[in-house]
């Protein structure tokens, strides 16, 4: 078992953030530097573990995707104990949260769009030597009536962060790394593989709440977690390239 971390923070100036997900990582890494916290980042577990950071740098919090290709879960926190055993884990994921061995707290993606230096401050404070879940409710759809493509309030946070061409930027980034999503559940389906589908389902679906495409991220979701045979793979998989294309028209007609 882990050696208990008993956070000490009283305000949050330097965070480590190792997520594979491209989106997510830049996201997490805008709000908190808007929000005047240091950040590094990292891709992988692997890389967090071993690279080097800038001289004197040490993370008063990491803060890690739990699912991740190589080195994840308490097997990543037992790793970054060992290199930073003073500095409290907090875990995020697409997936329903559930308490994780070595983090002291589990956020559910999308993260908010505003106050996260709080939240993660908040959660070190209330965090003793109990795990402690911290869940932001996941939108569902109503079984009666169609998912909106867009979170409009998502997007308008979003708009009022950055600047249009950051935005534009960020957005196009999610909607190549939704486009390669797919073509490698095209490529698994095809091969047969439901769990790299899979997989590759469970980035999709963080990726699209942390830009707020409701409708994208559900139909990710529901190949994830619902999909149990190829047939119902297939099925999937066209839902999902059909909300890729809407949420793609709908957000190049945001930005005109």
């Known amino acids: 078992m882990l050696p208990s971390v008993t956070p000490k923070i009283e305000t949050l100036r330097r965070v480590l953030v190792i997520d594979d997900d491209p989106v997510s990582l830049s996201l997490t890494t805008l709000l908190l530097e808007s929000e005047g ?12 573990c071993h690279d080097p950071l800038p001289a004197g740098w040490h993370p008063d919090l990491i803060l890690t995707d739990l699912q991740m290709p190589g080195v994840q879960g308490s097997a990543l926190a037992r790793q970054l104990a060992l290199r930073w055993p003073e500095a409290p884990r907090i875990a995020m994921s697409a997936a329903t949260p559930r308490a994780v061995e070595g983090y002291i707290a589990v956020l559910q993606k999308p993260l908010p ?15 003793q030597n109990t795990l402690k879940d911290a869940s932001h409710a996941e939108i569902k759809p109503a079984r009666n009536h169609p998912l909106a493509p867009l979170d ?15 935005l ?12 390669k999503r797919i073509e490698l559940i095209q490529h698994a389906m095809d091969a047969g ?54 949420v793609s028209v709908i957000l190049a007609s945001k930005l005109l």
């Not at 916290?37 to 967090?48: F, I």
């Not at 409009?152 to 950051?166: D, E, N, R």
């Open 37 to 48: 916290v240091e950040v590094e980042q990292r891709a992988s577990g692997e890389s967090a």
């Open 113 to 127: 769009l505003e106050g996260l230096r709080t939240t993660l401050e908040n959660l070190c404070r209330s965090a």
């Open 152 to 166: 409009k309030s998502v997007f308008l946070k979003l708009k009022s962060s950055m600047q249009i061409a950051a």
């Open 168 to 179: 534009q930027e960020f957005l196009d980034a999610m909607l190549a790394d939704a486009g």
């Open 193 to 246: 593989d439901m769990a790299a589908a899979k997989r590759e389902a469970h980035t999709l679906r963080g990726a699209a709440g942390m830009a707020g495409a409701l409708a994208l991220k559900e139909a990710a979701r529901n190949l994830e977690v619902e999909v149990d045979s190829l047939d119902d793979l297939k099925h999937g998989l066209a839902r999902l390239k059909a909300e890729y294309e809407r």
